[in-house]
């Protein structure tokens, strides 16, 4: 509600599609075209109805610090410079890995993490080797072990091959 009053709109994410909490937004399509996804389609209720996995706020940098005061709950984890993931305190990408270590029972220095965006340096830093894709944010880069080729190159099929992990 805050976020609509604010004129900022939201996308919710369940396991399986993604709705907009507004039907067309310059910021939407800016960050989430930035990743090659297409303005999710407009469901402004979705959230009533569904169970939601992650959500996605759309403001500038400065204008998220009002959602970070008012909802001390959630993280805010900057990706684009118009969008932020909404996470709940304690949920993340490297979480998640923790858990999947600790269910699998493997060394963390055994697990490998690719990522380019501000959204994974926790994960990068966490992981026993982070590699940062070669079009990775500079803050990605700089906290990992190994910088690969970008998407665009094959970058994960050419650091597994510079890692040793496949041939």
Not at 10 to 33: C, Q, R, T
């Amino acid at each position: 509600e805050e976020a609509h009053r604010n004129g900022h709109p939201l996308v919710f994410m369940n396991v399986n599609e993604m709705k907009a909490s507004m039907e067309d937004h310059p910021y939407i399509h800016d960050s989430m075209g930035s990743l090659k996804f297409p303005h999710p389609p407009f469901d402004p209720i979705y959230y009533e109805n569904e169970d939601i996995y992650q959500a996605l706020l759309f403001c500038k940098a400065e204008e998220e610090q009002m959602y970070v005061k008012a909802y001390p709950e959630f993280r805010f984890v900057r990706w684009h410079n118009v969008s932020t993931d909404v996470l709940p305190v304690g949920g993340s990408k490297a979480e998640g890995i923790r858990r999947m270590i600790e269910k699998l029972d493997i060394a963390k220095e055994d697990v490998y993490a690719f990522g380019d965006g501000l959204n994974d340096i926790e994960m990068l830093k966490f992981v026993g080797t982070g590699v940062a894709m070669g079009n990775a944010h500079e803050e990605a880069k700089k906290v990992a072990d190994f910088v690969t080729k970008s998407v665009g190159e094959e970058g994960i099929l050419y650091g597994l091959k510079q890692l040793e992990l496949i041939k």
